[in-house]
């Protein structure tokens, strides 16, 4: 399974941003999509996931209103929009493929690269 984010930049406060997550080689059993944060300095921590089988979704109460996750099943990308960007969301943003819906790193097999994002004051 690979995975590449993009999207990424920088952006101001209240600002917008869309990142994707194309997927390619994925199995059926994978059908966990999470998306993680990297602060400067701090440990990376899942914040959204969605079941590309469902649809099932979920965000931590940090990003609950502003970011919202999707999935393209037929383009094989999974989406985060993110609304009302705050200076404490800057930071590497990941996503990771699994068989579990968490947001537990443990539990991912795949992970990409990650893309950067700068929100400005």
């Known amino acids: 399974v690979q995975l590449v984010e993009s999207g990424g930049g920088l952006v101001q406060a209240g600002g917008s941003l869309t990142l994707s997550c194309s997927i390619s080689g994925i199995t059926f059993a994978d059908h966990a999509i999470a998306w993680f944060h990297q602060a400067p300095g701090k440990e990376r921590e899942g914040f959204s996931f969605i079941s590309r089988r469902d649809g099932e979704t979920w965000y931590a109460d940090s990003v609950k209103g502003r970011f919202t996750i999707s999935t393209d099943n037929a383009k094989n990308t999974v989406y985060l929009q993110m609304n009302s960007l705050k200076p404490e969301d800057t930071g590497v943003y990941y996503c990771?493929?699994?068989?579990?819906?968490?947001?537990?790193?443990?539990?991912?097999?795949?992970w990409g690269r990650g893309t950067q994002v700068t929100v400005s004051s």
């Open positions: 990771a493929a699994g068989p579990v819906l968490t947001t537990i790193p443990k539990y991912f097999r795949s």
